[in-house]
C-alpha cells in the first residue's frame, strides 16, 4: 500500500450539551484520529473510539495511544500489507484492544479506497444508497422537548439509555407521548440474576429490542433471559470480536446484534460479523460511539450493507457537536442519511481545523 507515515492526533469536540448514561457524563469528546499518508499524497483517516476512562470497555484512550504507537504502527514497517485485511491478521499478534486496531485498519481502508478511486461502500459490497437513521435518547435529555425535535428531523428508531430501576417510567413517559414510536432500551450491562423475572415483565412495552441487560462476558444469563422473552436481545459490550458473534449466535443469547467497528476490532471483522449473521438469519444495526464524522462516514459504508435492516445510531453531524471535522456536514433528511459516494470514506475532512484542534501528536515515518 505504500504507506509512507502514520500520524495520531489526539483532539477534543466541544459537545452541545453533555451525553449522559448511568456509567458517565460526555462533556467534551475527546478521540484519537489516525491518518496513513501514502507516497502519492493521499490521506487515509481512522479514528479510536475509546473514552477517558474505561466505563464501556477496558480501553481508553491512553492505551489505545500506547498500543498503537508501540505495537501496532510498527507491525507497518516491518511486514507488507497490501490490503487492509493483511494488516488485521497481522495484529492478532497483539491481543485484545479492539478500538485501537479499529482506528488504524480504518485509515487504511480509506486509503486502501483512495488509492483506487473508488468508494469504501463500493469497496466492501454496500448496496443501500442512503441508510436510516436512529436517535439516542441521554439520561439528561428533556424527553419531551427532545424527542419533538428528533422526531421533526425524522429519526426512524429511539434508544432510550436507561437506569436500572428507572427503565419502566422512562419507557412509559415515551410511549406516552406517542404510543407508536419505535423504541428500544441500552440498559449497558446494569442488570444481575436477580433482576430476571423483573426484565421478563418489559415484554408489555412491545420494544423493538433490549440491548446489553447483562455484563459483556455473560452469555448464559442472556440465553436464559431470551428464552422466556418475546422481545429480542440486541448484544453490545459482549460481542468484542468475530468468535463472540458466533457465540452469541449459536447459543441464542441474542436475536439482533450491534456492530461497532471499533469495539469489535475493525472493518475487517465488521465484515465478518455482518456476513455470518447474515446467513444464520439473524438481523444486524450499526452502534455509534458519539463519534466524529471521520467515524459516521465509515459507518455509512457499513450500514449500506444488506443485513444491516434496522436503524442504526447514525445522526447528522449536528446532533452532539458544535464543529465537527468535515467541510461539509453528514445531513439527515428525511430520517435518512446518505451513503457518501466519493473516494475512500468520501468526506472531506477540514485538515486546517483538525490541525488548530490537535492537542499531542505523534508521527511515524515508516
Ligand atoms: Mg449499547
Known amino acids: 500500500m505504500n504507506i509512507r507515515a502514520v500520524v495520531l492526533r489526539e483532539i477534543e469536540l466541544s459537545m452541545k450539551s453533555p451525553f449522559v448514561t448511568h456509567q458517565g457524563s460526555l462533556e467534551t469528546r475527546p478521540l484519537i484520529i489516525v491518518e496513513a499518508h501514502d507516497a502519492g499524497g493521499n490521506i ?31 507491525l507497518l514497517s516491518t511486514s507488507s500489507v497490501h490490503h487492509p485485511r493483511d494488516f488485521a491478521q497481522l495484529s492478532e499478534a497483539v491481543k485484545g484492544h479492539p478500538m485501537a486496531k479499529a482506528g488504524l485498519e480504518g485509515s487504511l481502508w480509506d486509503l486502501y479506497a483512495k488509492q483506487r478511486g473508488v468508494s469504501l461502500q463500493s469497496l466492501i459490497g454496500g448496496e443501500r444508497t442512503s441508510v436510516k437513521a436512529g436517535a439516542v435518547l441521554s439520561l439528561e435529555d428533556n424527553l419531551e422537548g427532545k424527542l419533538s425535535v428528533l422526531k421533526e428531523e425524522g429519526y426512524q428508531r429511539y434508544k432510550l439509555k436507561v437506569e436500572k430501576g428507572h427503565e419502566r417510567q422512562m419507557i412509559e413517559t415515551v410511549q406516552s407521548l406517542d404510543p407508536d414510536l419505535p423504541i428500544m432500551i441500552d440498559a449497558n450491562g446494569q442488570y444481575e440474576e436477580k433482576d430476571i423475572e423483573g426484565l421478563y415483565e418489559l415484554d408489555r412495552y412491545q420494544m423493538l429490542m433490549i440491548e446489553q441487560p447483562f455484563a459483556a462476558g455473560d452469555f448464559y444469563l442472556h440465553q436464559w433471559l431470551q428464552k422466556q422473552m418475546e422481545t429480542p436481545i440486541c448484544l453490545d459490550e459482549s460481542i468484542m470480536c468475530f468468535h463472540d458473534a458466533v457465540q452469541a449466535v449459536q447459543l441464542d443469547s441474542c436475536r439482533v446484534v450491534n456492530v461497532k467497528i471499533s469495539r469489535v476490532g475493525g472493518l475487517t471483522a465488521a465484515l465478518n460479523i455482518h456476513d455470518y449473521c447474515q446467513d444464520h438469519g439473524v438481523p444486524v444495526w450499526c452502534g455509534g460511539m458519539v463519534e466524529s464524522g471521520i467515524s459516521k462516514a465509515h459507518n455509512l459504508a457499513l450500514a449500506s450493507l444488506p443485513n444491516f435492516t434496522i436503524p442504526g445510531d447514525l445522526s447528522s453531524s449536528e446532533r452532539y457537536f458544535k464543529r465537527d471535522l468535515l467541510t461539509s456536514g453528514i445531513k439527515l433528511e428525511y430520517g435518512e442519511i446518505q451513503v457518501p459516494q466519493g473516494p475512500g470514506i468520501g468526506v472531506e475532512v477540514d485538515d486546517d481545523y483538525l490541525h488548530a484542534i490537535t492537542k499531542k501528536r505523534y508521527v511515524a515515518n515508516l
Open 44 to 74: 487515509g483517516y481512522g479514528e479510536v473510539t475509546a473514552f477517558p476512562a474505561p466505563f464501556y470497555t477496558y480501553e481508553t484512550l491512553t492505551t489505545a495511544w500506547y498500543v498503537l504507537e508501540q505495537l501496532l504502527i510498527p
